[in-house]
């Protein structure tokens, strides 16, 4: 049981945001919210499994939920809470809005700070390197070996260099400290790319620009901090270091991750590896280059005859990937010969997919062979740089040379070891037992082959890097039920019903019954005949619905949306803001602009309008579904995925396609009521909600509008 303090310390922080802020009105979900977080990490508890997953539907004010029910318990449990989201819009809104209200208001003392990744902040080393005032190092080499490293791989062009002249007078001037998001002049991708630096590239304490560093120190800033905001992908590539290298250690830390149901996808994309057959080849001459140039640096005969097993292992292995490129060129299929496996072109890729994920015999031995070719020059040159960069830092070795060096030594160890890792998990088996991985070849528009491999389900990874080390997690959404069930979000993420986890959904409070509707009108076809359904959609459009308001037609294809609007009348199509035209954020701008100044206005969207956009009020009082948004699978992975499940006799569309398909209808209906005072209706231009069996399951899981279900009656009526 909570102690009778902790109680009274969250209930005065509720009480307080309701004194100082006008208009706050407490709502029942954040009760409900905070007291389940409260239970899952109440320190008087001895619980083995403190994480919870809560659903908190639209308007429950998830964020001040979890913060009220957070925030106290990791202070008193000395534990830092780490606040995740999956998109930068409410990472924003956390650190603008949010968490300074309740720091502010709440009576809650602690602070907060938002973590980023390396390339949002300038490597001064590559800046100065640039603008000339480092004298300790060495000039600038840009030739090939480099092209893609952090480095400056070009000269810079005049406008670039006066404003990499300004960046560098502005963090001397103390103006700026470093983060682009905070720099008003704007930086192209490719001199970005140029003035920042990746994990490897980074030379750490041997850096002479270390105790200065933006990265660095905001680093250390983290440490300090009771709430550090940060993204899922942040979150993840801190526990594939191993945890605790980017982020507090898991053991130490309670994480929120808002927008949970992203978090799996995110991870299998995240714990997935592809190598360029010729691309490592080129890459391995820079390796021996490098391992060659710190043991120069170095000095003695020890680090010249290791730099020389580098330079033998690279010499190999290039004969090696050489004759493994030939062997599958000549084999990969074409068109006619599906017997290989499952091959298909996609634009103007093609991936040729092994089935049950199981590498052809063929390409196992020497796919081994260059796996450990690869880690064992990966062991000398990973010893040659860490010697390199601790004779940098006792100053045994000259900043100057070394920097550079280790710098792109740096670079070519994450290359090989991105090649040591895709070639072993691509050509040995899977352990007896556990979820395969898919495994294929990616033949380029070029011709250039790749070798691929990633997991096809995040639950593994998860599980035994996330939930078995953390202290506590608390996962949130707005949707994470899929008809009307955890299971599929379970399944994904790893968690069990009966692993310890709770679970909580919590309603919506708005009226919905009496706010609006959905309707399914019957339409002559089904979205399969995809021409004549684009004539009933058009139809819709023009006749049914109301151009003088606000409008929100959702689309699950480009195709289809061009074809929609191609097809309506001219002053109907000028109140359409089509996305693709302009960005996602200027459609909203003018969309709003429109309305406000008394016209109608209709945003044409794809998936990307069905998450995450707000349209409160008249800005959006009527929302059409062109078609289910069922996703047919087209990657390698998705059709992996399906294939293990037939395997194991079960059914791909029902397992996944559909649970898949009702969380997106759910977020897309959602899109209409936002706050207690809107009203308006939701039009599902697609008769396999009342023709199919899943139809009904859809129907209801999504939120307790009225529905207005169509028959071949009301067709005729109408
Ligand atoms: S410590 Fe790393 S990121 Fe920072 S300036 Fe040096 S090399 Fe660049």
Redesign the pocket.
């Known amino acids: 049981m909570l102690s009778n303090e902790l109680k009274i310390r969250i209930r005065n922080a509720y009480a307080n945001l309701s004194k100082n802020i006008p208009g706050f009105k407490p709502r029942r979900g954040q009760g409900e919210m905070i007291a389940e977080i409260a239970r899952t990490l109440d320190p008087e508890d001895t619980l083995e499994v403190r994480i919870a997953v809560i659903e908190g539907q639209t308007g429950t004010g998830k964020s001040i939920g979890y913060m009220l029910g957070t925030i106290p318990l990791a202070q008193i449990l000395e534990k830092k809470l780490v606040i995740s989201t999956a998109t930068i819009a409410l990472q924003e809104q956390l650190m603008e809005k949010d968490l300074p209200i309740v720091a502010e208001k709440a009576g809650l003392e602690f602070s907060f700070k938002i973590a980023k990744g390396?390339r949002r902040?300038v490597?001064?080393?590559?800046l100065s390197s640039l603008t000339g005032s480092d004298t300790s190092q060495d000039a600038l080499d840009f030739g090939d070996d480099h092209v893609g490293s952090a480095s400056w791989t070009r000269p810079p062009a005049g406008d670039e260099l006066l404003l990499v002249n300004k960046m560098e007078n502005l963090i001397s001037a103390g103006a700026w400290e470093g983060d682009f998001d905070d720099l008003k002049e704007h930086v192209s991708p490719d001199m970005r790319e140029m003035l920042?630096?990746s994990n490897a590239?980074?030379?750490?304490r041997a850096?002479?620009?270390?105790q200065r560093?933006?990265?660095?120190i905001a680093r250390q800033d983290l440490k300090k901090v009771d709430v550090i905001v940060t993204n899922h992908d942040f979150v993840l590539a801190d526990l594939e270091l191993g945890g605790g290298v980017l982020l507090p250690n898991p053991a130490d830390t309670i994480y929120v991750f808002d927008e949970a149901h992203h978090l799996p996808e995110k991870a299998i994309g995240h714990f997935a590896h592809l190598s360029r057959v010729k691309g490592a080849i080129r890459g391995l001459d820079s390796l021996a280059k490098t391992t060659n140039s710190a043991a120069v640096v170095l000095g003695g005969v020890k680090y010249r005859n290791r730099a020389s097993e580098v330079r033998q292992m690279v010499s190999i292995l290039k004969q090696d990937l050489i004759a493994i490129n030939r062997q599958l060129e000549t084999s990969f299929p074409t068109e006619a010969e599906t017997s290989k496996g499952r091959f298909k072109s996609q634009s103007k890729e093609q991936n040729w997919r092994f089935v049950h994920g199981i590498t052809p015999e063929a390409f196992c031995e020497p796919g081994k062979e260059i796996a450990v070719k690869a880690s064992k020059a990966l062991q000398i040159s990973r010893d040659l740089q860490e010697t390199l960069r601790k004779g940098i830092t006792d100053q045994v070795v000259s900043n100057g040379a070394g920097a550079t060096i280790l710098?792109h030594l740096g670079q070519d160890v994450e290359r090989i070891a991105e090649i040591a890792k895709t070639w072993a998990f691509w050509s040995a088996p899977d352990n007896d037992g556990r979820i395969p991985m898919a495994r294929w070849i990616n033949k380029a528009e070029s011709g250039d082959l790749s070798i691929a491999v990633s997991a096809i389900s995040a639950s593994d990874m998860l599980r035994s890097m996330l939930w078995n080390k953390a202290y506590a997690a608390i996962l949130t959404s707005a949707t994470l039920t899929a008809l009307n069930s955890f299971g599929r979000f379970q399944r994904a993420a790893g968690l069990n019903a009966n692993d310890g986890t709770s679970y909580l959904r919590i309603s919506s409070p708005f009226d919905y019954a009496n706010v609006g509707e959905i309707e399914v009108p019957w339409l002559a076809c089904e979205p399969s005949d995809a021409d004549l359904h684009t004539t009933e959609v058009v139809r819709y459009i023009r006749d049914g619905m109301d151009h003088s308001k606000g409008n929100l037609v959702l689309f699950s294809s480009v195709w289809q949306m061009k074809s929609v609007a191609s097809k309506l009348p001219a002053e109907i199509v000028s109140k359409c803001l089509l996305q693709g035209d302009t960005s996602k954020a200027d459609i909203i701008r003018k969309h709003r602009e429109a309305i406000e100044s008394g016209q109608g206005s209709t945003i044409f969207g794809l998936a990307s309008f069905s998450e995450g956009v707000d349209l409160p009020g008249a800005l959006c009082s009527h929302v059409v579904i062109a078609k289910l948004p069922f996703s047919v699978p087209g990657t390698p992975v998705e059709e992996a995925r399906n294939e293990f499940l037939e395997k194991n006799g079960q059914n791909p569309f029902m397992e996944i396609t559909v649970p898949d398909a009702s969380l997106k209808l759910i977020q897309a209906v959602g899109r209409l009521i936002r706050t207690e005072q809107d009203r308006g209706r939701v039009t599902i231009l697609d008769r396999r909600l009342i023709t199919k069996r899943y139809g009904k399951q859809l129907l209801d899981s999504l939120p307790p509008l009225r529905q207005i279900i169509g028959t071949p009656e009301t067709r005729k009526r109408a």
Not at 123 to 126: H, Q, V
Not at 207 to 210: A, E, G, I, Q, T
Not at 213 to 216: A, E, G, K, L, S
């Open positions: 390396r902040y490597c001064t080393r590559n920042t630096t590239g980074c030379s750490g850096c002479p620009k270390f560093c933006p990265f660095q710098q």
